[in-house]
């Protein structure tokens, strides 16, 4: 529940998570609003100081 232009409202929401390099942050976020119905998606990103040394690899080999 959540006041949407002095509205009440409510809905389904769900979490999605986009694992992706700095570099290419901003391209994400701009994909996300497009394809996105809500005019003000949350879009949220985190800098992650602690990553495990296999997921780190893994992450610079297959983002593009």
Known sequence: IYD???NIEQSNEAL???KTTKQNQKAVTEFIKKGHEYSCPCIISLDVEILNDD??????????
């Open 4 to 6: 949407w232009q002095n």
């Open 55 to 64: 997921f780190s690899n893994w992450i610079k080999n297959s983002v593009k």
């Open 16 to 18: 999605a998570i986009f």
